[in-house]
């Protein structure tokens, strides 16, 4: 079957760095994203790798190990407002989207 | 004014009742999606719609009915529902059905928060 793991819940200091790690194990693949939800609103678009190594966007970078099945999310520089639920989801080779259950992360002052 | 507009937001109904779930995207997308978020799950793709011919139904009960009148509007018909079926419906699109980024990056709406009592 095809899985997709990510943390529950996880926390982490203003101003500290976090990575958000997510293990995949689909059936083919054409790339992985990661979106980010707040509370009662809508996941928005974070990033996408579909070749190894390490997107960088700002503060958040993405980076992928295809052969590893794994991909992280990485937040620098931690501010209130990115307290959230990051999503990880994976394309097949049917561009079907397999999605984690998300992770929760909560921001402390 | 976001892409993709849900209404209701939040809606309470009896397993009775006959309600309706509403979706509007103004991105000029082809393709339209009905998701389940429930609580610590992944996200459950129930319905695909590309210029408005629904493409996929993942095994959904029939008391789920969706509708696509035309490629800007999706609709979820929902009858006598059961409580587990309470959760938060999300609506999304994308330019293109079956396609990775950024053709097939999808939009999302912010939800409906159906709760059945």
């Known amino acids: 079957g095809q899985n997709i793991d990510q943390p529950t819940e996880m926390t982490a200091t203003e101003g500290a760095i976090v990575q958000i790690n997510c293990t995949y194990q689909?059936?083919?693949?054409?790339?992985l994203f990661w979106y980010q939800q707040h509370a009662g609103e809508a996941p928005t678009f974070l990033s996408y790798?579909?070749l190894d190594g390490l997107e960088e966007k700002g503060r958040f970078s993405s980076f992928l190990s295809r052969s590893k099945g794994y991909s992280y999310l990485l937040l620098k520089e931690l501010q209130m407002k990115d307290s959230a639920s990051y999503l990880c989801?994976?394309?097949?080779?049917?561009?079907?989207?397999?999605w984690g259950a998300g992770t929760k992360l909560i921001i402390k002052p | 004014e976001t892409g993709v507009t849900q209404t209701p937001r939040h809606l309470v109904m009896g397993m009775t009742n006959k309600k309706s779930l509403k979706c509007e995207q103004h991105?000029?997308?082809?393709?339209m999606y009905w998701y389940k978020q429930s609580a610590k799950k992944p996200l459950e793709l129930m319905f695909v719609?590309?210029?408005?011919?629904?493409?996929e139904n993942n095994s959904v009960p029939s008391r789920f009915s969706p509708e696509c009148p035309n490629s800007s509007h999706l609709f979820l018909h929902l009858h006598t529902l059961q409580p587990e079926d309470s959760a938060l419906y999300l609506c999304?699109?994308?330019?293109?059905?079956?396609?990775?980024?950024?053709?097939?990056?999808?939009?999302f709406g912010e939800g409906s928060r159906l709760t059945v009592l």
């Open positions: 991105l000029g997308h082809n393709a």
């Open positions: 790798n579909v």
């Open positions: 989801a994976v394309m097949d080779s049917n561009y079907q989207l397999i």
């Open positions: 689909t059936s083919g693949f054409n790339g």
């Open positions: 719609y590309s210029l408005e011919e629904r493409v």
């Open positions: 999304a699109s994308s330019q293109d059905l079956r396609a990775a980024r950024p053709t097939g990056e999808l939009f």
